[in-house]
């Protein structure tokens, strides 16, 4: 088992910067890839980005490619979602997701096992 808590999430006028964060506790962060997932009202969840165990990888959806950045801290269990340059239809509720046996190209939400509970991102124009 493992638990993750998200933070960061708030309210940011369009082209502003927010981080997210990702805290996991129980089973061995470094075993798991990390993703971040966000839905938006009346939205499926949408897959975002996610990275190797290690965190040499990083695999981005074309929508949030070259603004947002993934990265993880192995040493204090905790993933980080770097978003600039934020565009209202960024506005989601965002959450981190591990996986123990897929590839960071795993963009399904039923490829990962354990989620946040979600940190809500608002963007106005």
């Known amino acids: 088992q493992v638990q993750l808590v998200d933070a960061g999430g708030g309210l940011v006028q369009a082209g502003g910067s927010l981080r997210l964060s990702c805290a996991a506790s129980?089973?061995?962060?470094?075993?798991?890839?990390v993703g971040w997932f966000r839905q938006a009202p009346g939205k499926e969840r949408e897959f975002v980005a996610a990275?190797?165990?290690?965190?040499?990888?990083?695999y981005y959806a074309d929508s949030v490619k070259g603004r947002f950045a993934i990265s993880r801290d192995n040493a204090k269990n905790t993933a980080y979602l770097q978003m600039n340059s934020l565009k209202p239809e960024d506005t989601a509720v965002y959450y981190c997701?591990?996986?123990?046996?897929?590839?960071?190209?795993?963009?399904?939400?039923?490829?990962?096992?354990?989620w946040g509970q979600g940190t809500q991102v608002t963007v106005s124009s």
């Open positions: 129980g089973r061995t962060f470094s075993n798991y890839v």
């Open positions: 997701a591990t996986s123990f046996s897929r590839p960071i190209t795993a963009t399904g939400a039923d490829e990962y096992r354990f």
């Open positions: 990275i190797s165990r290690s965190g040499g990888s990083t």
